[in-house]
């Protein structure tokens, strides 16, 4: 089966500058994550979704940072503006429902200047 | 709120002999789950093994098993015959129906 796919990997961008990244989850997968991981750091959940209802976002900037998941596939993260400290990885994960193990994508490596 | 620690930031091994990464976390919940995640260099994160917290049997899976401590709040990761391939950074993760917390890791290296 395919795995969770994310783009871009990579992207660099200027501070106040808005940047969104794309999930796709593993069919059929209920719950969606999104985390940031900074460098030398454990992933930090940004978000939780079960199918398309947030289950979770206490983590979340909510001044700058948002997030859907359309028909309860497909997800987007938005960051508007951006700060320098936004730096990190941003990695999604799927899972089949709550209290299963996550898989991961690739994660996109977001570089603000 | 619920924390992971992991009080080993690095850790090495030689090839072929066993290592304990530890895990401790702090919940007031009954109902949840515990994984070790592993981080290859530059690849990505993929399930290690997991343990239903209502189980009291340690989970094992090929040279991996843990020594799971409810009381204590324990959840370490034993490694035997490590290998080459093991070098990665291994988060531990806490899992419940709300939310997931991992540990900030332990990078582990396994020389020859």
């Known amino acids: 089966e395919a795995g969770v796919a994310q783009s871009p990997r990579y992207k660099i961008i200027e501070k106040r500058q808005s940047v969104a990244f794309w999930c796709n989850p593993i069919?059929?997968?209920?719950?969606l994550y999104w985390y940031q991981q900074i460098l030398g750091q454990g992933p930090k959940l940004l978000i939780q979704?079960?199918?398309?209802?947030?289950?979770?976002d206490s983590q979340l900037p909510k001044d700058r940072f948002s997030a859907e998941r359309l028909k309860g596939v497909d997800s987007t993260l938005k960051i508007q503006p951006a700060k320098l400290e936004d730096s990190a990885v941003y990695l999604c994960?799927?899972?089949?429902?709550?209290?299963?193990?996550?898989?991961f994508g690739p994660g996109t490596r977001l570089t603000v200047t | 709120a619920q924390t992971v620690t992991q009080s080993q930031p690095e850790m090495s091994v030689q090839e072929a002999e066993t290592v304990t990464l530890s895990c401790t976390y702090d919940t007031s919940e009954s109902n949840y789950y515990l994984f070790w995640y592993k981080q290859p260099p530059s690849r990505q994160m993929i399930l290690v093994i997991r343990q239903e917290a209502y189980k009291q049997q340690n989970a094992t899976e090929n040279r991996f098993s843990v020594n799971f401590q409810k009381a204590a709040k324990s959840f370490s990761l034993k490694i035997s015959d490590s290998q080459l391939g093991d070098t990665a950074m291994y988060f531990c993760a806490f899992t419940n129906a709300g939310k997931s917390t991992f540990g900030d890791g332990t990078t582990l290296t396994v020389k020859p």
């Open positions: 994960a799927s899972s089949r429902d709550l209290f299963y193990e996550q898989y």
């Open positions: 069919s059929g997968h209920a719950t």
């Open positions: 979704f079960q199918n398309n209802g947030v289950v979770d």
